[in-house]
């Protein structure tokens, strides 16, 4: 990667204090296709400090990206409330960015353009958007790529690329839900740290869902074990792992990362037990 990331980067800029993350037992329901309700969360509670990462975990269906939804104001609540630097979330939050698992680059732009967009729609002048978005590709090490096109790029490349696209207006939240899932083991591994030493320049709180307990240790300053369908908070366990962490695949063989995956799985295990069982009998 650029020279953004060497070991001579600036330290990281005090957290925003604008992006503290308050959810506070909230709940969502929806009506299914046969006009029945469903409960997908109820009474989440949950508190994110400005500038810290932690990762929520659970079982699938869960309302992990539920709750995602209700922090970046692209859905109401049906009951509780998400407040982000002391503010009641209304309606569409400022300042966040979204990575999903899907890639959600436009097919027709350009590796430059897909950057761009961000500055762009804010109004940021074309010749200084250009520039900004150059600058975010030599970052995540897709310097010359500019002209590719999405269809050109292997998935981890798509992936920078997306990093790039989210990192770029300086967000002082960014949601993540299951950004790396679709890769390959190897380079899910690059993406991780890679994402770390951005995170560790601009230092945005991070709200990221992932179904890998490791990636959650790895990352976090707190991982939240989520129960199995309605979804609530069970468990908050605090990652003490000192930072910066370098390489996330040292990591993984540190007496204390596997002590924590240990006592995070023992509360996850039940959790995901009861959804599959849940499952087999429906099914």
Not at 47 to 65: L, N, Y
Not at 222 to 231: F, N, Q, Y
Not at 233 to 246: H, N, T
Request: proline share 6%; net charge negative.
């Amino acid at each position: 990667m650029g020279d953004a990331l060497s070991a001579d980067a600036p330290p990281a800029p005090a957290a925003d204090t604008s992006a503290r993350i308050e959810i506070m037992e909230l709940t969502k329901r929806f009506l299914t296709p046969t006009g029945e309700p469903f409960t997908a969360i109820k009474d989440v509670s949950l508190t994110v400090e400005a500038g810290q990462f932690c990762a929520i975990v659970g079982p699938t269906g869960c309302g992990k990206s539920t709750t995602l939804g209700q922090v970046s104001g692209l859905d109401k609540p049906s009951a509780g409330a998400v407040l982000v630097g002391g503010q009641t979330v209304e309606g569409i939050t400022s300042g966040v960015s979204y990575m999903f698992q899907a890639d959600s680059l436009f097919p027709w732009k350009t590796v430059l353009a897909n950057v761009m967009v961000g500055p762009v729609l804010t109004g940021t002048p074309k010749r200084q958007a250009i520039s900004l978005a150059r600058d975010w590709l030599r970052r995540v090490g897709l310097n010359g790529f500019e002209d590719r096109y999405p269809h050109q790029l292997s998935g981890g490349m798509r992936k920078r690329v997306a990093m790039a696209a989210a990192l770029i207006n300086n967000p002082r939240i960014l949601l993540m839900d299951e950004p790396f899932g679709a890769l390959d083991v190897q380079t899910k591994a690059i993406m991780q740290t890679e994402l770390l030493q951005l995170w560790e320049q601009l230092r945005p709180s991070v709200l990221f869902i992932t179904h890998d307990l490791d990636e959650a240790v790895a990352l976090s300053d707190r991982v939240a074990v989520m129960t199995s369908s309605p979804g609530s908070i069970k468990d908050v366990f605090d990652i003490d792992l000192p930072r910066p962490r370098g390489n996330v695949q040292d990591l993984r063989h540190e007496p204390r990362f596997i002590e924590l995956q240990s006592q995070i799985w023992e509360s996850l295990r039940d959790e995901v037990t009861r959804a599959y069982t849940r499952t087999a009998v429906a099914a």
